[in-house]
């Protein structure tokens, strides 16, 4: 990814910072710009999301790109925010550990490096709450 | 609007075909499909090739311009050449714009291709390469595989309706048996329930035997209007249906995980527009990417209730002799899964059966229906071909 590809979504990445169109009153993470439902009707406005949820559906990755393969096993959700929208991140979390349901809240963790000298990139993970 | 028939087909053998390069394999199937068509290069309108990323495996673009090139129409005869993507769906779309050109009036002998050539890079660029189906920004950073993405969605079917890791391993089981009775298949070995639970996991719950391949290969066919078939071919096969469908680019923002609405809409869709019921249709290959991704498919499309699907595959419904055959060509989990070619495969697959010469596979088939799913869904194309 380049720099400037990583560093645009920092807010969003770093702080959970989506969008919420005021008309319909829809929150949007990962941030929409135009509203689905409203669309040219909508207002979009910045959202600072709780960063609280719960799982949904994980799985536990074994295999991935090479990005990730030092990470491996990592355990993988959609993560469905108290506003709402659902996510994919990943769990801090033993394997063995990880259900249904669970109650989960953000922290900000390293996700990936790329390459030996390339930028690392940072982001939300979620743990046990 | 005029009728539309498939008038020739031709595919490679698929597997790690190391010998073989891109333009190798995508000559060799328009070749075959040119002949079994009885025409002549010249006589092409139009060419549409479904290529998923010849820019990361290979490291080339400009794929239309490419194949007319390397199929001898470019510098002869200047034919339009368009490449047509949709990830894993660009095959089955690449074959609907051939349709929708034919169907148009616009042109009247047009061939649509597929071809991917992917075991020029290593696993992990090819892991990470494919993840480009699904949200890059939003699944992808988070460290989302693709074997991932469904493994997600099987663990929220498994919650739901109770499906067993054994129901699940038939899948693989049945479509390995039907990859061992077609000569064009990557593997051409049965396995066991056991194989399937030994082999090593690769996203919980999915396992090695649960995913389709990295598979080197390429399919043509041609169409034609209806009225002119009998010109080319004693048995062309009518296109009763072409459907698309798009949802969400993400998983997370489905509004059910272990549903593919695009498949529900575009099989509605396709069943609609060719006036046919469910009972009404032989046999179907269905996008099995993953195992879970045919039970959906098989549910998705009205065959069964939500749930069922893990039953009816358990009790031999979808298998060769069933009452609804599903991927008699082995589908992508044993025919190999060539990205871009793999909607075309599947045309092939049903044009074969319809004219009665699936050798060992065969089953009586007047109505076929073809699903191809580009990554987790976002794009759906069903096509529905029946005898003329």
Same mark, same amino acid.
């Given at each position: 990814?380049?720099?400037?590809?990583?560093?645009?979504?920092?807010?969003?990445?770093?702080?959970?910072?989506?969008?919420?169109?005021?008309?319909?009153?829809?929150?949007?993470?990962?941030? =929409?710009?135009?509203?689905?439902?409203?669309?040219?009707?909508?207002?979009?406005?910045?959202?600072?999301?709780?960063?609280?949820?719960?799982?949904?559906?994980?799985?536990?990755?074994?295999?991935?790109?090479?990005?990730?393969?030092?990470?491996?096993?990592?355990?993988?959700?959609?993560?469905?925010?108290?506003?709402?929208? =659902?996510?994919?991140?990943?769990?801090?979390?033993?394997?063995?550990?990880?259900?249904?349901?669970?109650?989960?809240?953000?922290?900000?963790?390293?996700?990936?490096?790329?390459?030996?000298?390339?930028?690392?990139?940072?982001?939300?993970?979620?743990?046990?709450? | 609007?005029?009728?539309?028939?498939?008038?020739?087909?031709?595919?490679?053998?698929?597997?790690?075909?190391?010998?073989?390069?891109?333009?190798? *394999?995508?000559?060799?199937?328009?070749? *075959?499909?040119?002949?079994?068509?009885?025409?002549?290069?010249?006589?092409?309108?139009?060419?549409?090739?479904?290529?998923?990323?010849?820019?990361?495996?290979?490291?080339?673009?400009?794929?239309?311009?490419?194949?007319?090139?390397?199929?001898?129409?470019?510098?002869?005869?200047?034919?339009?050449?368009?490449?047509?993507?949709?990830?894993?769906?660009?095959?089955?779309?690449?074959?609907?714009?051939?349709?929708?050109?034919?169907?148009?009036?616009?042109?009247?002998?047009?061939?649509?291709?597929?071809?991917?050539?992917?075991?020029?890079?290593?696993?992990?660029?090819?892991?990470?390469?494919?993840?480009?189906?699904?949200?890059?920004?939003?699944?992808?950073?988070?460290?989302?595989?693709?074997?991932?993405?469904?493994?997600?969605?099987?663990?929220?079917?498994?919650?739901?309706?109770?499906?067993?890791?054994?129901?699940?391993?038939?899948?693989?089981?049945?479509?390995?048996?039907?990859?061992?009775?077609?000569?064009?298949?990557?593997?051409?070995?049965?396995?066991?329930?056991?194989?399937?639970?030994?082999?090593?996991?690769?996203?919980?719950? *999915?396992?090695?035997?649960?995913?389709?391949?990295?598979?080197?290969?390429?399919?043509?066919?041609?169409?034609?209007?209806?009225?002119?078939?009998?010109?080319?071919?004693?048995?062309?096969?009518?296109?009763?249906?072409?459907?698309?469908?798009?949802?969400?680019?993400?998983?997370?923002?489905?509004?059910?995980?272990?549903?593919?609405?695009?498949?529900?809409?575009?099989?509605?869709?396709?069943?609609?527009?060719?006036?046919?019921?469910?009972?009404?249709?032989?046999?179907?290959?269905?996008?099995?990417?993953?195992?879970?991704?045919? *039970?959906?498919?098989?549910?998705?499309?009205?065959?069964?209730?939500?749930?069922?699907?893990?039953?009816?595959?358990?009790?031999?419904?979808?298998?060769?002799?069933?009452?609804?055959?599903?991927?008699?060509?082995?589908?992508?989990?044993?025919?190999?899964?060539?990205?871009?070619?793999?909607?075309?495969?599947?045309?092939?697959?049903?044009?074969?059966?319809?004219?009665?010469?699936?050798?060992?596979?065969?089953?009586?088939?007047?109505?076929?229906?073809?699903?191809?799913?580009?990554?987790?869904?976002?794009?759906?194309?069903?096509?529905?071909?029946?005898?003329?």
């Amino acid at each position: 990814m380049s720099v400037a590809g990583f560093w645009r979504k920092i807010p969003q990445r770093y702080n959970l910072v989506g969008t919420r169109c005021e008309r319909c009153g829809q929150f949007f993470f990962p941030p =929409r710009t135009f509203c689905p439902h409203c669309r040219r009707e909508g207002t979009i406005v910045e959202h600072h999301f709780k960063g609280t949820g719960k799982v949904i559906s994980y799985t536990v990755i074994r295999s991935a790109s090479d990005q990730f393969e030092f990470t491996t096993p990592y355990v993988l959700a959609i993560v469905e925010l108290d506003e709402g929208p =659902r996510m994919t991140a990943q769990i801090a979390i033993p394997p063995d550990d990880i259900k249904i349901g669970m109650p989960v809240k953000r922290v900000f963790r390293r996700i990936a490096t790329d390459g030996e000298s390339g930028i690392i990139h940072y982001g939300t993970k979620f743990v046990a709450r | 609007m005029r009728d539309v028939a498939v008038i020739g087909v031709g595919c490679t053998t698929f597997g790690e075909k190391w010998g073989a390069s891109f333009r190798d *394999l995508f000559v060799e199937a328009g070749a *075959l499909a040119l002949d079994d068509a009885g025409l002549a290069g010249e006589q092409i309108d139009a060419l549409y090739v479904g290529n998923m990323s010849a820019g990361r495996f290979i490291g080339q673009e400009h794929i239309g311009a490419l194949i007319a090139d390397y199929a001898g129409l470019a510098a002869s005869h200047h034919i339009p050449s368009t490449r047509v993507e949709a990830a894993c769906a660009s095959g089955g779309l690449a074959f609907r714009q051939a349709v929708i050109d034919v169907m148009s009036g616009m042109e009247d002998i047009v061939v649509a291709a597929g071809v991917e050539k992917m075991t020029d890079v290593g696993t992990g660029t090819s892991v990470d390469t494919l993840t480009g189906a699904a949200d890059r920004e939003w699944e992808g950073f988070a460290g989302a595989t693709f074997p991932g993405l469904y493994a997600m969605m099987a663990t929220d079917y498994i919650n739901r309706y109770g499906l067993t890791r054994e129901q699940l391993a038939q899948v693989a089981v049945k479509n390995h048996y039907n990859g061992a009775r077609n000569p064009i298949a990557q593997f051409q070995q049965e396995i066991t329930v056991e194989t399937v639970m030994k082999s090593s996991l690769v996203a919980d719950p *999915l396992r090695l035997f649960d995913c389709s391949p990295i598979t080197d290969g390429a399919a043509a066919v041609v169409v034609a209007p209806l009225e002119r078939a009998r010109e080319f071919t004693d048995c062309p096969v009518r296109v009763l249906a072409s459907a698309q469908a798009s949802d969400t680019i993400a998983l997370h923002d489905r509004r059910d995980i272990s549903t593919l609405d695009a498949t529900v809409e575009a099989g509605r869709r396709a069943l609609g527009q060719a006036r046919l019921q469910h009972r009404d249709i032989d046999i179907v290959e269905v996008h099995d990417c993953f195992t879970i991704a045919e *039970l959906c498919a098989i549910e998705d499309l009205g065959f069964c209730a939500k749930g069922e699907a893990g039953r009816v595959t358990e009790e031999g419904i979808t298998a060769i002799g069933g009452r609804l055959p599903v991927n008699t060509s082995g589908g992508l989990k044993a025919c190999g899964h060539p990205v871009g070619a793999t909607g075309i495969k599947q045309i092939y697959e049903i044009v074969q059966q319809i004219r009665g010469e699936a050798g060992k596979r065969q089953v009586d088939t007047k109505i076929g229906m073809a699903h191809n799913v580009g990554g987790t869904g976002a794009t759906v194309v069903v096509h529905i071909l029946g005898a003329y």
